[in-house]
C-alpha cells in the first residue's frame, strides 16, 4: 500500500537487496475519491493524499541514500490536468496532483547536488483501468479526442514513454519540471 511509508521503505529496501542500488523511481499510484468539497469526508481525502502525495515523499526518501550511492537518479511522478484545471468532482485528486507537482520541484532542488532529479509528467485524459471505473468515461474520452488538436485520448504507454525519456541520460539536464503529455487539450480556448 503506497500510502503506508513504512511499506514504501520496505518496497525499496526489498528492491536494494535483490537488484542493488536504485538509480530510477516512478511514482504513479493513483487512487481515492472522487466527489465535490462538500462531499467529501476527511478519510477520503486523507486517503487520496496519502496515495498521492505521502507515496511520493516516502519513496523518494527511502530511495535518495541508494540513489546516492548510485552516483544519481532520477525521480518521475505522474500527474494530470487536473493540477492546472477544475473538474467536476475531481478536487481530491486535483489537489494532489498538484501538491506531487510541487513537491517535484523541492526533491529537485535538495538532490540535485547529489545528482538526483526530480520531474513530473501531466497526463491528460489516459486510459487507464482507474478512468475506466468513470461511468461516462467514453463520452469523457470521445470529447477529450475532438478538443485535443491530434484527435485522441492517450493510452498508457503515452505518458510511459515521455516518463522513459526523463528518466534516461538525455534529459540529464531537465529537473524540476512538469512535462504536459495532453494530444494538446489544453490548448484550445
Known amino acids: 500500500d503506497v500510502g503506508v511509508p513504512d511499506d514504501n521503505v520496505a518496497a525499496v529496501e526489498a ?3 535483490e537488484l542493488g542500488p536504485i538509480r ?3 511514482a504513479n499510484a493513483a487512487n481515492g475519491s472522487l466527489g465535490m468539497t462538500d462531499e467529501l469526508t476527511m478519510e477520503q481525502w486523507d486517503e487520496t493524499m496519502q496515495t498521492h ?25 505522474i500527474s494530470s490536468l487536473g493540477a492546472a484545471r477544475v473538474y467536476d468532482a475531481y478536487s481530491a485528486f ?3 496532483k498538484a501538491a506531487i507537482e510541487t513537491l517535484v520541484r523541492y526533491l529537485a532542488v535538495e538532490g540535485g547536488p547529489e545528482g538526483i ?7 491528460g485524459v489516459v ?13 469523457i474520452a470521445a470529447a477529450a479526442a475532438e478538443r485535443a488538436p491530434l484527435g485522441a485520448a492517450l493510452d498508457p504507454a503515452e ?7 526523463l528518466l534516461s541520460d538525455e534529459a540529464r ?17
Open 117 to 123: 532529479r526530480a520531474n513530473c509528467v501531466r497526463g
Open 24 to 26: 530510477y523511481l516512478v
Open 53 to 77: 502525495v505521502r507515496a511520493l515523499l516516502s519513496l523518494a526518501q527511502a530511495a535518495r541514500p541508494s540513489m546516492r550511492e548510485a552516483g544519481g537518479g532520477a525521480i518521475v511522478a
Open 94 to 96: 486535483g489537489t494532489a
Open 15 to 17: 528492491t536494494v537487496a
Open 127 to 139: 486510459l487507464t483501468d482507474l478512468f475506466k471505473e468513470i461511468p461516462e468515461w467514453e463520452a
Open 159 to 165: 505518458i510511459g514513454e515521455p516518463a522513459a525519456f
Open 173 to 189: 539536464m531537465v529537473t524540476g519540471q512538469t512535462l504536459c503529455v495532453d494530444a494538446g487539450f489544453t490548448l484550445p480556448g
